[in-house]
T-cell receptor, first 114, second 118 residues
Framework: SQKIEQNSEALNIQEGKTATLTCNYTNYSPAYLQWYRQDPGRGPVFLLLIRENEKEKRKERLKVTFDTTLKQSLFHITASQPADSATYLCALDLGSSNTGKLIFGQGTTLQVKP | DSGVTQTPKHLITATGQRVTLRCSPR?????VYWYQQSLDQGLQFLIQYYNGEERAKGNILERFSAQQFPDLHSELNLSSLELGDSALYFCASSRPAGLALTSYNEQFFGPGTRLTVL
């Protein structure tokens, strides 16, 4: 069956450290993979998109890697801050026929302690 | 502020009732997506409209229906409501491929409608 897995347990780290979140998927062949941030009771906010032919993408303190062989994406936040505390969702974009349909993982909650 | 608006913000109703959720996409966005988010299911894709036409369907129940109007706003109709329909319902919008300034299909989410069925 098709599945997207993110760490269900909350990730607790100290301010200033690098947070690494994992997204694994099976039986999908995504054309793109996206990461979103979601704060409690609010809509997800787009962070980064990485294409299947890209290994790595960076944006300020954020870095995403995409390994289509391992079927895994890693999301890194360097020099983490308490304001980075939120739930992070990975989403697969199968890229078929311009539908734009996204398949979301359950999300990993990150808690950055001062 | 994503530019996507949803009304109402909260909705409390009884089982068996029917409700309508409304979404206005960002200016210029032709695609509208509806998602349901509950604690145990996560964010689930329901349906997508593109410029007034249904484009993709997810795990949307037959009791649910949606439409997109000529002015591009969209409505999600939920009928014969059950306790299990209680959830956050999000609308998102995006530009069509080829017109995105930065990414293929970045989606902009609204603030959501929290539906409680008693």
């Amino acid at each position: 069956s098709q599945k997207i897995e993110q760490n269900s347990e909350a990730l607790n780290i100290q301010e200033g450290k690098t947070a690494t979140l994992t997204c694994n998927y099976t039986n999908y062949s995504p054309a793109y993979l996206q990461w979103y941030r979601q704060d409690p009771g609010r809509g997800p906010v787009f962070l980064l998109l990485i294409r299947e032919n890209e290994k790595e993408k960076r944006k300020e303190r954020l870095k995403v890697t995409f390994d289509t062989t391992l079927k895994q994406s890693l999301f890194h936040i360097t020099a983490s801050q308490p304001a980075d505390s939120a739930t992070y969702l990975c989403a697969l974009d199968l890229g078929s026929s311009n539908t734009g349909k996204l398949i979301f993982g359950q999300g990993t909650t990150l808690q950055v302690k001062p | 502020d994503s530019g996507v608006t949803q009304t109402p913000k909260h909705l409390i109703t009884a089982t068996g009732q029917r409700v309508t959720l409304r979404c206005s996409p960002r200016s210029g966005d032709l695609s509208v997506y509806w998602y349901q988010q509950s604690l145990d299911q996560g964010l689930q894709f329901l349906i997508q409209y593109y410029n007034g036409e249904e484009r993709a369907k997810g795990n949307i129940l037959e009791r649910f229906s949606a439409q997109q109007f000529p002015d591009l706003h969209s409505e999600l109709n939920l009928s014969s409501l059950e306790l299990g329909d209680s959830a956050l319902y999000f609308c998102a919008s995006s530009r069509p491929a080829g017109l995105a300034l930065t990414s293929y299909n970045e989606q902009f989410f609204g603030p959501g409608t929290r539906l409680t069925v008693l």
